[in-house]
């Protein structure tokens, strides 16, 4: 089992950067894919950028392409989401997930953090 905690959150404002960190527990995390997601108020929540296991593959979101870039570090047990350029509608909690393959659909992540919340003034 993995538990994920998810910490970086915070008010930026538009076109400032923030960096999340996800912390998880077990030996198992360098088995695992792992994925950002985030909900913005009223709307579904919804995939932003998974990487491999291993990080040798990335995925983004269209609409963060360009902007944001995951990362790992097995030996810390963490993966991060870098965000750069960021802009009002990318308000939302950010969550961090934990799947047994790299994934873009959020039914296949097994374990979840609680979310941090990212707030971005215009």
């Known amino acids: 089992q993995v538990q994920v905690v998810e910490s970086g959150g915070g008010l930026v404002q538009a076109g400032g950067s923030l960096k999340l960190s996800c912390v998880a527990s077990g030996r198992t995390f360098s088995t695992y894919a792992m994925g950002w997601f985030r909900q913005a108020p009223g709307k579904e929540r919804e995939f932003v950028a998974a990487i491999s296991w291993s990080a040798g593959n990335t995925y983004y979101a269209d609409s963060v392409k360009g902007r944001f870039t995951i990362s790992r570090d097995n030996a810390k047990n963490t993966v991060y989401l870098q965000m750069n350029s960021l802009k009002p509608e990318d308000t939302a909690v950010y969550y961090c997930?934990?799947?047994?393959?790299?994934?873009?659909?959020?039914?296949?992540?097994?374990?979840w953090g609680q979310g941090t919340q990212v707030t971005v003034s215009s």
């Open positions: 997930a934990a799947s047994p393959r790299t994934a873009i659909r959020e039914a296949r992540y097994d374990y």
